[in-house]
């Protein structure tokens, strides 16, 4: 051999060992290397890691009725790989045709796979060179015979399935009925439609969604509590969810085979409230007449038991439905705990109860109060409705300023504010729920500020602030720790912690809050700002609250324009609950815009239901109005 030709030879050798060195390093980059890479890459196609959502767990009332429960339907979903796949939807075309065929109805299960079987081999021969035609085909087949078991066109549904993408799964319908889902699994399965299946799914269901729905709040379509108490509860509510990993064929088929591993979910623990439903009704119901009738834009009703702080119903205007939640962007204010107004006179139970309480004037001690106007240096006082020297409960039943102003001014600025925070002014009363406001309570050390303070104008307050300073009266003098969640328990019923009622400090003597609550009962008796609170057999108490609206972007008070409320308690010497209506801006005409006028009614309407639901003694006799 010539030295040209060993060349040859040698670089063909030089060139095979080189090629098959590359070959034999990819093998071992294969098998060795990146074994564990590769070896998911390729199981990634046939296995599935499914999230198996833990239950979440059940909102209660205090008598154990469902607010919020969890309910199983299914999503509809679509493999679009399958769905492109010619050879895989070839059975579902196939049926599709000998179904039109007169003696299919003849045949049996298993004449029926075997002629099925037969033309998916003659379709795929007829389409080897367009099979996207034979995929047109079966989607065309399968959009006409679920369309309409899903309530949608043929249009509708097909708009749906996103046959552009490459691939991957895609939810083309939800909340599917249990119930349907089987009939439509069934469906699927006898028309031999490939490429849909379904997951379930577990969503949020709210039996009374329109009531308390600021309250309850609601969930995201992950669960995850996004207001009210799903919100601050969610801890305790959401659970973990588990898994499970399937391994399937070409198909989309579960192999028995390989089932792969699982993992069960951790479900939630239940939240037992405070409040009641049926008191929570007849607070939706009366405050929305209460709106309708005198024109209101914003309001809300609390309802408290001023012995444990537990809120028994808290409804608010305007409101929206939990399942649907149109508006809620606009409407899911929380205008109990969130709303931050000048409470007016309701707030004059503090000068009252800090001069009181420091022993500095006793339930018949005079004031005079300079007929409507009084000038302290710099500081002018006025009263629309001027009285002279009057005992200290008339100043409270007549609502005069000038009165509460001499008040405050004997307890000095100090001690007011003081005493204003003891009842819970200035800051969150903590209630277990998201977004509430403190409000704003300052000592700016302006007179002329004090003076205003003294009769509810320069205090920022919330609904919830006042119902809670109010059973501090009720209760003998303690304020208590507001709350809305009464217990956390498991499924089964076991009690893994409990709220109980707290005392938070003491705001005033328990002889204090006796001659106050005296002292409010005179406001709804004959001469007082409150009439029309009087609730037939039983004394009330209460506070009327006439506050003119402030601009906070103009800048300024609106001339004509209130926010008028009514905070009292039933029965009068020993309350059973404390109520407070707040409506905000009542546009009405057809009667005088007062807190006595206008939440007054309110009030009265409620406690009236509430006291029968609660089925309270009555402790007046009923007069009998009947003509004989």
Sequence with gaps: MDK??????????????????????????????????????????????????????????????????????????????????????AKGV?????????????WDKKKRNKKVNAKVRSLLDEYNETPSKLVDLHLEYAVAELARPLGL??????????????????????????????????????RRIKGFFFREEKRRWYPAPELAPHLVGYTSRDGKGMAGVEKSANKWLEGANGYQIEKRDIRGNVMPAHKGSFRPPNNGLNVQLTIDMNIQAICEEELERGMEEFQGTKGCVVLMDPHTG??????????????????????????????????????????????????????????????????????????????????????????????????????????????AKAFGFGRQTHVQLAGESSGRLVNTGNPTDF????????????????????????????????????SID??????????????????????????????LRTVTQKGGTATQAQVPGFTTGGKTGTAVRYDSKQGGYQKGRYVVSFAGML??????????????????????????????????????RVAAHMKLMPTEEISNTTDS
């Excluded at 196939?94 to 003849?106: F, G, I, N, V, Y």
């Excluded at 022993?359 to 005079?366: A, F, H, R």
């Excluded at 104008?457 to 009464?486: D, E, H, W």
Aim: glycine letters at 8%; hydrophobic letters at 40%.
């Design 451 to 486: 003076s205003r303070a003294s009769f509810g104008y320069g205090a920022n307050v919330t609904p919830l602030q006042v119902a809670n300073a109010y059973c501090v009266i009720a209760n003998g003098g303690n304020l208590m720790q507001t709350r809305v969640v009464k």
């Design 571 to 608: 029965p009068a010497e020993n309350p059973a609950f404390v109520c407070v209506v707040v409506v905000d801006d009542p546009l009405t005409t057809e009667v005088k815009r007062y807190g006595g006028t206008i939440a007054g009614p309110i009030w009265q309407r409620v406690s009236e």
């Design 310 to 419: 537990e809120i028994l119903g808290m409804a608010n205007r305007p409101h929206y439905n939990l399942n649907v939640r149109k508006n809620v962007a606009k409407h899911g204010y929380n205008f109990a705990l969130q709303a931050v107004y000048e409470p007016g006179s309701t707030f004059k139970i503090i000068a009252a109860s800090s001069a009181m309480n420091e022993g500095l004037v006793g339930y018949d001690t005079m004031i005079n109060c300079h007929n409507g106007y009084y000038r302290d240096g710099r500081v002018v006082v006025k009263d629309d409705h001027g009285k002279g020297i009057i005992p200290f409960w008339t100043i409270i039943q007549k609502s005069n300023n000038i009165g509460s102003y001499k008040l405050a001014k004997m307890a000095g600025p100090a001690k007011y504010y003081e005493y």
């Design 4 to 89: 040209k030709a060993q060349r040859r030879c040698i670089n063909l050798c030089l060139v095979l060992i080189a090629g098959l060195s590359c070959l034999s390093w990819r093998l071992v980059d294969l098998q060795v290397v990146d074994r564990a890479r590769y070896a998911e890459r390729a199981s990634s196609s046939y296995e599935r890691k499914e999230v198996v959502q833990a239950n979440r767990g059940v909102l209660l009332d205090r008598n154990e009725e469902i607010i919020a429960n969890t309910v199983i339907s299914k999503s509809v979903v679509v493999d679009i790989n399958h769905l492109k796949e010619a050879r895989h939807v």
């Design 490 to 519: 498991t499924a089964s019923g076991t009690v893994i912690e409990e709220f109980k009622p707290k005392v938070l400090g003491r705001a005033i003597s328990e002889k204090t809050a006796a001659s106050m609550r005296k002292a």
């Design 94 to 106: 196939a049926c599709s045709q000998l179904r039109q065929l007169p003696e299919w109805k003849t």
């Design 153 to 190: 066109t043929k249009e509708e549904l097909k708009a749906k399935i996103p046959m552009s993408r490459s691939g991957g799964e895609s939810v083309i319908y939800q909340g599917l009925p249990s119930e349907l889902a089987v009939k439509l699994e069934s469906l699927i399965k006898d």
